[in-house]
């Protein structure tokens, strides 16, 4: 089941996100294996935003966070569990942000991404979404993650126009 976030979620949400990083073990983005999470502040104001949505499935086990972000919602951080990928899950994440983003009468849904991994921009491509080269401050958000540290040849920018039919 989809649902709202709330704050008492959000210990599960770090330990989801903790989970699901360990994909990246033995890529080049190995760094992002099992540590960082994101801030408690990001995630608080999803909640208050109603931009946190989550997988309950006896508790979170997947969750996606938005922002506004210039007539868009800008997808903060998106993960499932490591033990509950490849169920679908992800699938309905996305397609619930989608609807509040209807709900909410945006544009767009726009991320960045890893371009090479699967489970990055492949896996949104077959979603909707589509690389894109701009708006500038999306770009700027690419150029904000390679000072960073991340390797910017790799990241794209990508959006998935919403549908209003």
């Not at 989608?98 to 979603?127: C, H, I, K, M, S």
Request: proline share 4%; charged share 20%.
């Amino acid at each position: 089941m989809i649902r709202l976030g709330t704050l008492a979620d959000l210990p599960a949400v770090a330990a989801v996100e903790r989970s699901a990083s360990t994909l990246f073990a033995g890529t080049h983005m190995a760094w992002a294996a099992g540590g960082l999470t994101l801030p408690r502040r990001l995630l608080r104001r999803g909640v208050a935003r109603g931009l946190l949505l989550v997988v309950d499935h006896g508790g979170p086990v997947g969750f996606i966070v938005a922002a506004p972000a210039y007539n868009t919602l800008f997808i903060e951080e998106f993960s499932v569990a490591s033990r509950h990928q490849r169920l679908g899950f992800g699938r309905q994440l996305l397609a619930a942000m989608e609807q509040r983003a209807r709900e909410l009468g945006v544009a767009a849904l726009t991320l960045t991404t890893d371009r090479t991994l699967p489970w990055n921009a492949p896996f949104y491509a077959t979603a909707g979404f589509s690389e894109v080269a701009g708006p500038a401050w999306l770009i700027a958000r690419l150029r904000a993650q390679a000072r960073q540290g991340n390797d910017v040849t790799r990241r794209c920018a990508m959006q998935k126009e919403i549908s209003y039919l």
